[in-house]
């Protein structure tokens, strides 16, 4: 069965940095293309970033355009959010999963908290 485990997050900062990342298994994972999704407190699944099964093309949401960057690693079947000049509105329990992205969709990791306070 699929299975993905993200870790990474912490308490930082504004301003500072995170490293996340998500340890996939249970299927062909070079064959799929990923995202990263986030749900903030009191609301809603949000697609942050998605990147295609060979980590050539990559999308964003506006809100961290120039801030994250999203790769994998198939050999190591690994998937990565690097983020940096976080801010409060990052605040959230952040997921991967398997594209594509749905606002109802079923989440097979515990997802890694992020909080951005001072």
Known sequence: QVQLVESGGGLVQPGGSLNLSCAASGFTFRNFRMVWV???P???LEWVSEIDAIGRDTFYVDSVKGRFTISRDNAKNMLYLQMN???PGDT???????A???TSMNLAGQGTQVTVSS
């Open 100 to 102: 594509p992205f749905s």
């Open 85 to 87: 000049s976080l801010k």
């Open 38 to 40: 986030r749900e903030p």
């Open 92 to 98: 959230a329990m952040y997921y991967c999963a398997k």
């Open 42 to 44: 009191g609301k809603g």
